[in-house]
């Protein structure tokens, strides 16, 4: 019988009360249906265009890889659209703001999902590095140029 070692404390995990019961119920059998959804989805005005996404959040917690994420499920292949860092880092990978749309079906037409990503670098410590909460502000407002370092 093996004996787990005495390191001279004991922690008891507590259960977290707030997970006793799901924050909403996910009908895992309606993946055709709520795709379908997602794909045929436009916004209620007809002045809207697209509804915009602006990911922010630290450096590695995923932003470009949560867009190839959105990609890949509507258009049922693997796509790339955001380029992402597959090493952890204390830097941002992505150096300049960018608007990623995703392109409907496959082939020449040029037709798009009516949601937009916009992918900024991620919030990194100190004052010269990283993404500013100003930045973040201004690109909330659309006064932010595609391409922006």
Known sequence: MSQQPNWGFYVQAAESP??????????WGEKQKNLQYAQKYMPEKDDIRYLRVLLYGPVG???????????????????????????????????KYETHKLI????????????????????????????????????LRGHVKEGHK
Do not use: C
Request: glycine share 8%.
């Open 61 to 95: 917690a995923g932003k470009s890889s949560f867009i190839n994420s959105v990609s890949n499920v509507l258009r049922g292949r693997m796509t790339i659209p955001a380029l992402a860092s597959a090493t952890t880092s204390d830097q941002s990978f992505t150096k």
């Open 18 to 27: 707030t997970l006793d019961e799901p924050w909403r119920e996910l009908r």
């Open 104 to 139: 409907k079906g496959r082939g020449t037409s040029k037709t798009f999902y009516p949601v937009v990503f916009n992918d900024i670098m991620g919030l990194e410590d100190g004052d010269r590095r990283g993404v500013h909460a100003d930045d973040i502000k201004l690109a």
